[in-house]
């Protein structure tokens, strides 16, 4: 018999809703053409991956070294270890050696490593709405509860949000920053303000949770830096991959690295290399952790990226629809106009009648919105106007 819980996860209105719509989005462009379907449903960058890793590709692959294809320690070739711990330092500003990274599959991987290294059942994980919407399976995945906390107006961190929800079963804040779905960026005070509230609670308690960051897209902004948390907090833990800035998603690799101030570290890092084995990934993928230790530094031009989302803003304009404005990412998260009662969902399959294709912001913990993914065509961007303006007027 199938688990009766998988089951009612996999038949819940919002249970894949995203890859749904991308699969739907095939058929429709099978159907009417693709210049006629406006597919912004999934977050899967369109841009090539730079030719520096192309080369560095062709170079591993060609390679006949005896075992090159075995198994290496579960943490990641030694190498690959070296490099990660390398990029961390420069955007942590902190020395971080290679005992401190865990090499991982994807950043879901890295999540799923880190979020059973540190949970006992029952334990809680804090999430700032909106959020990625994996975030609640990843959690439950290790026998923890997701606790949502609203963020500000601006959807900006509120640290007194986050203070009403600690208690003695908190065992983390969870934070994705250029955040997926809203692009917005926390800003050094932001943090600063959660990391008082945090030691204030270690103090009191004796547990202090740990900050988990999630950061495929730190590279990925738009004049503004994303804050580093090491040197404001020990209890850190930065999981990220090269899905994004690389546009190596079906590549599936990632990594953990706790901040070596960590009191902890060491017991971290023993938990995570076991939790990386016990969960059967074994290791993170040998050909491109190779790959990425030789390439993780590759000159990327996101200025496309910026171009498309001034376009899309310029359309939601056109079209009469309001609108966080990104600082990074490639997501643009849009409010239901007056007239649909915040029914994100009945809203967005009204926009399938235009054959527009956005997810629904309930699934992100941002009930009347949707977001829309513009890591497209920028000829997708463009042609989408005046479907917007008709879907807006017509009901």
């Not at 090159?68 to 190498?79: D, F, Q, R, S």
């Amino acid at each position: 018999m199938i688990s009766q819980k998988i089951k009612a996860l996999t038949e819940s209105p919002s249970a894949g809703v995203i890859r749904k719509m991308f699969e739907e989005g095939n058929l429709l462009k099978q159907k009417y053409g693709e210049d006629k379907v406006f597919d912004f449903s999934l977050g899967n960058p369109d841009l090539d991956p730079p030719e520096e890793v192309a080369s560095r590709i062709k170079e591993v692959a060609a390679d006949t070294t005896h075992l090159c294809h075995g198994y290496m320690p579960n943490a990641g070739y030694k190498e690959a270890r070296e490099a990660m711990a390398a990029k961390t330092a420069a955007e942590q500003g902190v020395p971080v050696d290679f005992s401190n990274v865990v090499m991982a599959v994807g950043a879901a991987g890295a999540l799923n490593v880190t979020l059973k290294a540190l949970l006992n059942d029952g334990d809680e994980v804090i999430v700032p709405c909106p959020y990625f919407t994996e975030y609640d399976h990843y959690i439950h995945n290790h026998g923890g509860e997701i606790i949502r906390v609203k963020t500000k107006d601006d959807f900006g961190l509120d640290a007194n949000t986050i203070k009403a929800a600690l208690n003695e079963k908190t065992a983390a804040i969870l934070i994705n920053s250029p955040n997926n779905p809203s692009g917005r960026i926390y800003s050094d005070d932001e943090l600063n303000e959660v990391v008082q509230v945090l030691n204030e609670h270690g103090k009191k308690t004796g547990r202090y949770p740990y900050i988990i960051c999630d950061e495929p897209y730190r590279a990925i902004t738009y004049g503004k830096k994303v804050a580093a948390i090491f040197p404001k907090y020990p209890y850190a833990v930065v999981v990220t991959s090269f899905a994004k800035n690389l546009s190596l998603p079906g590549e599936r690799i990632g990594y953990v690295c706790v901040n070596p101030a960590c009191p902890e570290a060491a017991a971290f890092m023993s938990a995570a290399v076991f939790s990386t084995r016990i969960l059967g990934y074994v290791n993170a993928p040998a050909l491109f952790q190779k790959v990425i230790a030789k390439s993780w530094n590759a000159k990327c031009d996101y200025s496309l990226y910026e171009k498309r989302r001034n376009e899309i803003c310029e359309v939601m304009d056109y079209a009469g629809l309001k609108y966080a404005v990104p600082d990074g990412a490639f997501y643009l998260f849009v409010k239901v106009p007056e007239g649909w009662n915040d029914d994100d969902m009945a809203f967005t399959n009204h926009l399938k009648k235009y054959n527009i294709l956005c997810a629904p912001g309930s699934g992100f913990g941002g009930k009347g919105w949707f977001r829309i993914a513009y890591c497209c065509s920028e000829k997708t961007i463009l042609n989408s106007k005046e479907a917007f303006k008709k879907a807006v007027e017509e009901k």
